[in-house]
Antibody, heavy 120, light 107 residues
Framework: QLQLQESGPGLVKPSETLSLTCTVSGGSISSSSYYWGWIRQPPGKGLEWIGSIYYSGSTYYNPSLKSRVTISVDTSKNQFSLKLSSVTAADTAVYYC????????????WGQGTLVTVSS | SSELTQDPAVSVALGQTVRITCQGDSLRSYYASWYQQKPGQAPVLVIYGKNNRPSGIPDRFSGSSSGNTASLTITGAQAEDEADYYCNSRDSSGNHLFGGGTKLTVL
């Protein structure tokens, strides 16, 4: 069973870059069976897809965030990462990392989530 | 359009059946997945594919689809089913979409 754990700063200043890492255990991030994704949820609001990456390096980004988002994979550490640039208060949210089986395109495992607040 | 639309809130009497719906053009081509989220917790997958339940999900949860509408049905709703429910699908570009969520109240 996969386990995912987010890590990174809980507070980011406006205009700076938000950086989070997801550590995967119980499976290989190099597996062709999975995509790896990031999803966020502003306080009191719904879920928003940020993007995902396949083991081959192919990336898929939410068009509304595409200009500010980069998702990458570090196979040596079994981790994948999110960078979101030029953040504003609207980027304050709980950020989840997730695993998506390539055959069903559903999120089967979620990290516990980490709250990132954008404030000076 | 690349959007999924859900009713904001639905209520059901304890033990009765409730249907939560999700509408969107992408659902004509791709199945919806459904997630349950309780306060302070990460979402949990309850239905995926045509009508599949992950291990541990009670069989009172079922899914169906017709045209541009996907449905999650809870047959014999329990108090512990009170939660937010989100539908999720994909578009032709490989991007994921989420519905706005439905708050289910069990009376």
């Amino acid at each position: 069973q996969l386990q995912l754990q987010e890590s990174g700063p809980g507070l980011v200043k406006p205009s700076e870059t938000l950086s989070l890492t997801c550590t995967v255990s119980g499976g290989s991030i190099s597996s062709s069976s999975y995509y790896w994704g990031w999803i966020r949820q502003p306080p009191g609001k719904g879920l928003e897809w940020i993007g995902s990456i396949y083991y081959s390096g192919s990336t898929y980004y939410n068009p509304s965030l595409k200009s500010r988002v980069t998702i990458s994979v570090d196979t040596s550490k079994n981790q994948f990462s999110l960078k979101l640039s030029s953040v504003t208060a609207a980027d304050t949210a709980v950020y989840y990392c997730a695993s998506i089986p390539a055959t069903v395109f559903s999120v089967d495992y979620w990290g516990q989530g980490t709250l990132v607040t954008v404030s000076s | 359009s690349s959007e999924l639309t859900q009713d904001p809130a639905v209520s059901v009497a304890l033990g009765q059946t409730v249907r939560i719906t999700c509408q969107g053009d992408s659902l004509r081509s791709y199945y919806a997945s459904w997630y349950q989220q309780k306060p302070g917790q990460a979402p949990v997958l309850v239905i995926y594919g045509k009508n599949n339940r992950p291990s541990g999900i009670p069989d009172r949860f079922s899914g169906s689809s017709s045209g541009n509408t996907a449905s999650l049905t809870i047959t014999g709703a329990q108090a512990e089913d009170e939660a937010d429910y989100y539908c999720n699908s994909r578009d032709s570009s490989g991007n994921h979409l989420f519905g706005g969520g439905t708050k289910l109240t069990v009376l």
